[in-house]
C-alpha cells in the first residue's frame, strides 16, 4: 500500500500527518477503524453510511466525548476496539478539523502510519516491552511464549482493530492472529491502516496475573 500513499523518492510524497489524510481522501481511503470519512471533511459511524437521522456535531472536539463511551454508556479504555457508539456524524468542516478529529477517535494513528511509510517505525517485540516492565508489572517477563499467544489472540485479534506489527521476539511471529491482522500486505485500498507498535498497557496488564501463575 506504501505506492499509492508515498511515492518513493517523491517531492509529492506527504510530509505531515494532514498531508496523510489529504492524500488518503484522494485515494479513495475513507474507511479507517469504524470510522466513515467523507471527501467533504465529514464522518460517522461505518455501519451509519447512506443513514440520514444522525446526530450532528460541528466541533471536532466532539469526537472527544463520542469515543469515550460505547452505547452502553461503559467507559472504552482502547479507543481501537471494536465498540465505537453509532449514531452520530461530525461536520469537521476542513482537513485540519478532521485530522483533529481522528486524533481523538484514534490517537497517533496518522503519525504512526506516516513514520511506517517513510520507513522508521520500529517496532518493538514483545518480549523488549516485557523486559523493560518495572514494579508491580515486572512479574510479566514470565509469561510463556504460548500463553502470551492466547492472550494476543484473544485481545488483539478479537478485542482489538490495530495491525500488530511486532512479533512475540526477534523471528518469531505471532501465530494466533491471522495474516492480515500482523501484516500490511494486500491492505484493503479503501482502509487506513491502524498500526500497533508495541504492547500497549492495557495488554500488559491482563498479561500480569497469567504471568503471576508461574511463579
Ligand atoms: S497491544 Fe496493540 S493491538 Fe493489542 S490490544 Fe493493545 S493496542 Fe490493540
Known amino acids: 500500500m506504501r505506492g499509492d500513499l508515498f511515492p518513493a523518492e517523491s517531492p509529492d510524497s506527504p510530509r505531515t500527518s494532514r498531508e496523510l489524510l489529504g492524500r488518503c481522501l484522494e485515494s479513495g481511503r475513507l474507511r479507517i477503524g469504524e470510522v466513515l470519512l467523507g471527501t467533504d471533511f465529514t464522518l460517522r459511524h461505518l455501519s451509519d453510511e447512506g443513514c440520514?437521522?444522525?446526530?450532528?456535531?460541528?466541533?471536532?472536539?466532539?469526537?472527544?466525548?463520542?469515543?469515550?463511551?460505547?452505547?452502553?454508556?461503559d467507559f472504552r479504555s482502547l479507543k481501537s476496539a471494536p465498540d465505537l457508539k453509532?449514531?452520530?456524524?461530525?461536520?469537521?468542516?476542513?482537513?485540519?478539523?478532521?485530522?483533529?478529529?481522528?486524533?481523538?477517535?484514534?490517537?497517533?494513528?496518522?503519525?504512526?502510519?506516516?513514520?511506517?511509510?517513510?520507513?522508521?517505525?520500529?517496532?518493538?517485540?514483545?518480549?523488549?516491552?516485557?523486559?523493560?516492565?518495572?514494579?508491580?508489572?515486572?512479574?510479566?517477563?514470565?509469561?510463556?511464549?504460548d500463553q502470551a499467544l492466547d492472550l494476543i489472540g484473544c485481545r488483539c485479534g478479537e478485542g482489538c482493530l490495530r495491525t500488530v506489527l511486532w512479533d512475540l521476539s526477534s523471528g518469531n511471529v505471532v501465530t494466533s492472529l491471522p495474516v492480515e491482522r500482523r501484516t500490511l500486505d494486500d491492505f484493503p485500498p479503501d482502509r487506513i491502516p491502524l498500526l500497533c507498535r508495541e504492547a500497549c498497557n492495557l495488554l500488559i496488564a491482563a498479561a500480569r496475573p497469567i504471568a503471576n501463575g508461574n511463579r
Open 86 to 145: 453509532r449514531g452520530w456524524l461530525l461536520e469537521a468542516g476542513s482537513l485540519e478539523g478532521m485530522e483533529l478529529a481522528l486524533e481523538f477517535f484514534y490517537p497517533a494513528a496518522l503519525g504512526l502510519l506516516l513514520s511506517w511509510l517513510r520507513g522508521s517505525l520500529r517496532p518493538n517485540p514483545l518480549r523488549e516491552t516485557l523486559d523493560r516492565q518495572s514494579g508491580m508489572y515486572r512479574i510479566t517477563q514470565l509469561l510463556r511464549d
Open 52 to 73: 440520514d437521522v444522525l446526530e450532528t456535531h460541528w466541533d471536532p472536539h466532539a469526537a472527544r466525548l463520542i469515543a469515550r463511551f460505547d452505547a452502553q454508556g
